[in-house]
């Protein structure tokens, strides 16, 4: 899964000039700050094609999540399937799941791909309420875990999935090892939670290990970070940048789009999407772990 019928065409040679393709697996926000259009966004504006595979609507906006409704498994199988048939990816970004039959569908999608697969693992909104619960965090972690290029979780979502205390430099490289041990092959453990005047994200792959520092902003141009962090990350996989590099020009994308945000909404608004990162400014300082 997914497979093409017997009957289905081959999919068709992409053109030289064609941009990379990246699926997009996630829910919606009709706010368009989180979620599907954020992915879209930021994968648009980094020079690749985004193809969304929607897992779950949602009704929330800058301030609050109202209601959330979940995709069946045959409809976000069958987007999957179609997708396999006509435009596989060079990248496959992953954000709410909502489920354990959601998780186990998208972990057999990737059984059958080359491309490498980027998740940030969704368990609660930025506005408020959970996206994830129990049974699927479990199935998270046993199926989808190992088939991972790379897995973006914020602090509260480390120590969810690892059970670990997160929140000083040392906790935060313990529960890294924890989750890399879990299989995905990177790890970026995300320090925006953790207050101080930088934010200082942590990369590790088992041969490298370092931080990522940027100034923190007084902005509350925050809402949808870890959806855009992830889908610059899968963006950067998909145009031939290592892991590392990858997460390193993600990171100057948010900044970025925190300092740009356009201060929409009476909550916590959106980022901006101007385009690749350019100015020295919004990249970070790497400094060796």
């Known amino acids: 899964m997914p497979r093409a019928t017997p009957n289905a065409p081959r ?33 648009q504006a980094l020079g690749v094609y985004g193809a969304p595979v929607v897992t779950a609507v949602t009704a929330q906006n800058t301030r609050a999540l109202r209601e959330i409704e979940r995709c069946s498994e045959r409809i976000v199988r069958a987007q999957l399937r179609a ?33 490498p697969a980027v998740c940030d693992p969704v368990l609660a909104a930025t506005v408020g309420g959970a996206l994830l619960d129990a049974p699927g965090r479990a199935a998270l972690v046993e199926l989808l875990l190992p088939r991972l290029a790379a897995l973006t979780p914020n602090a509260p979502e480390a120590a969810a999935l690892t059970g670990l205390p997160v929140e000083t430099p040392e906790e935060v490289r313990r529960a890294a090892d924890r989750l890399l041990a879990m299989g995905p092959r990177a790890v970026v453990l995300k ?61 100057a994308y948010v900044h970025q789009g925190i300092r ?21 400014r919004d990249f970070p300082r790497r400094e060796t772990a």
């Open 11 to 43: 999919p068709p040679r992409r053109a030289a000039s064609a941009p990379p393709i990246v699926w997009a697996i996630a829910g919606t926000d009709p706010s368009g700050g989180a979620g599907i259009a954020a992915d879209l966004k930021t994968l």
């Open 191 to 251: 320090g925006g939670h953790l207050g101080g005047r930088e934010s200082r994200d942590y990369f590790t792959d088992g041969r490298e290990s370092f931080w990522m520092a940027s100034p923190r902003l007084a902005s509350r141009n925050t809402h949808g970070t870890g959806c855009v962090f992830s889908s610059a990350l899968a963006a950067g996989l998909a145009l031939g940048r290592t892991p590392a590099e990858a997460a390193l020009w993600a990171k």
């Open 83 to 115: 997708l396999a048939e006509d435009l596989p990816p060079a990248a496959v970004k992953i954000g709410m799941l909502g489920g354990a039959a959601i998780v186990r569908v998208v972990a057999e999608a990737l059984a059958e791909l080359t491309a």
């Open 260 to 280: 740009r945000g356009p201060a929409l909404g009476g909550g916590r608004g959106p980022l901006a999407h101007p385009g690749p990162p350019r100015a020295a």
